[in-house]
C-alpha cells in the first residue's frame, strides 16, 4: 500500500524563518505524490519501505517496520546542509505478508523517481528492502546494462531458502541477472556459514571481510570498490545497519558485536556515494524497538544526510 508522509514528521527546532543558510531539513523538504513529479526534478526522492515480513520470514526480530518514520524524525532537524532539492514521496507498506508485492510496489516507485531525475532515497524496512530496490533499478536502466550493487553488511544474505526472505535477495539476484555484480564490504566469518561462503564464491560475489576495511588506510578497500565501480555501467548502494558495532547501533534486527566503526562506516558510505554512476542508496534494519536512547535511528538521520551531501561529487 502507497501513503503519502504524515508533516507531523517533519518538524524541529528554527535557527531562522527566512535565512536558508540556516534552514534545517523540515523547513526545507517537499511533500509530494509521487505521481504530482513533473519533468526533470533533480531532486532527492525519499521513500519510505514500512516493511518487516522478510526478516519475519527469516526468523529476526521484529519492528523495523517502523524505521521510516522514525528516521525522518531525526533527519528533520538536521542542518540542511545540501545543494539539491529534497521531496518525501511517502511510504510503501507491506500487508497481509504480500512481500513480493511490497517489492515491486517499490520497484515501480523508484522507476518513478528515476524517470523525473530524482536520486532514490529509500528508508527501509528490513534488509528485504534491497530487493524492490534492485527491482526499480533494473527496470530503469533495462536487461542489458550492467547493475553493481554495493552492500555494507556482516552477511551475504545469500540464503538457499525456499520463500524470499531478508536473507536471501543477493542470491535471487545473481541467479536471475548475469549482468549483475555484487560486492559486500564487512562480513564476518562467523556470521556467515560455510555454506553460504560457497555460495558467494560459486556466484562471483566480491567481498571484503570486516577485519581488512580498514586496512592501509583503507587503501585496499577504496581500490576494490573503484574496480567494481569501472566493472558496472551503474551502481547502487544498501547499508545494512547490523554491520555496524552492536553499542553503536543496538536497534538492529541482529546485533553485531564484532561489526564496524560507526566513522568507517561513514567513511565508506561517503566514498561510494561520490561515484558518478551511483544511481541511489537505501538504509535497511534500523529497528526502533530494541534502540536505546534513539542512537541508531539517530546515526541513521546523520548517514543520510551524509550521503545526499556527498551523492555524485565525483560526476564530471
Not at 571481510?209 to 569501472?230: H, L, M, P, R
Not at 547499508?239 to 566503526?261: H, K, M, N, Q, R
Not at 562506516?265 to 561517503?270: G, P
Amino acid at each position: 500500500m502507497y501513503a503519502l508522509s504524515d508533516k507531523k514528521y517533519w518538524s524541529g527546532r528554527i535557527d531562522s524563518e527566512d535565512n536558508p543558510d540556516s534552514f534545517r531539513f523540515h523547513q526545507a523538504i517537499t511533500i509530494t505524490d509521487v505521481k504530482n513529479l513533473t519533468g526533470n526534478e533533480s531532486a532527492f526522492g525519499i521513500v519510505g519501505f514500512e516493511c518487516e515480513e522478510g526478516v519475519r520470514r527469516n526468523k529476526g526480530r521484529l519492528g523495523a517496520a517502523l524505521a521510516p518514520n522514525k528516521i525522518r524524525q531525526f533527519l528533520s532537524s538536521l542542518p540542511y546542509n545540501i545543494d539539491k532539492k529534497v521531496v518525501d514521496t511517502g511510504n510503501i507498506s507491506c500487508e497481509n505478508g504480500e512481500l513480493e508485492k511490497a517489492q515491486e510496489q517499490l520497484g515501480s516507485h523508484l522507476n518513478e523517481l528515476y524517470s523525473h531525475s530524482c536520486t532514490p532515497i529509500i528508508l527501509g524496512g528490513g534488509h528485504e528492502t534491497l530487493y524492490g530496490h534492485y527491482l526499480g533499478a533494473r527496470q530503469y536502466i533495462g536487461p542489458d546494462a550492467k547493475l553493481g550493487i554495493i552492500n555494507i553488511d556482516a552477511h551475504f544474505d545469500m540464503r538457499d531458502d525456499p520463500i524470499p526472505s531478508s536473507g536471501t535477495m543477493f542470491r535471487q539476484i545473481l541467479e536471475q541477472d548475469s549482468n549483475a555484480g555484487y560486492l559486500c564490504i564487512g562480513i564476518q566469518e562467523f556470521g556467515n556459514t560455510k555454506s553460504l561462503f560457497n555460495t558467494a564464491d560459486r556466484l562471483g560475489c566480491r567481498y571484503i571481510y570486516e577485519e581488512d576495511v580498514t586496512a592501509n588506510n583503507f587503501q585496499e578497500t577504496f581500490g576494490a570498490i573503484d574496480q567494481f565501480s569501472k566493472d558496472h555501467d551503474y551502481i547502487i548502494l544498501t547499508l545494512c545497519t547490523d554491520s555496524i558495532i552492536a553499542y553503536a547501533a543496538p536497534g538492529v534486527s541482529a546485533p553485531s558485536p564484532f561489526g564496524l566503526d560507526p566513522k568507517t562506516v561513514k567513511t565508506l558510505l561517503k566514498y561510494t556515494a561520490a561515484k558518478e554512476n551511483m544511481l541511489s542508496f537505501d538504509i535497511s534494519e534500523v529497528n526502533p524497538t530494541y534502540d536505546q536512547d534513539d542512537r541508531t535511528v539517530r546515526l541513521a538521520a546523520y548517514y543520510l544526510a551524509e550521503v545526499m551531501n556527498q551523492f555524485n561529487k565525483n560526476k564530471a
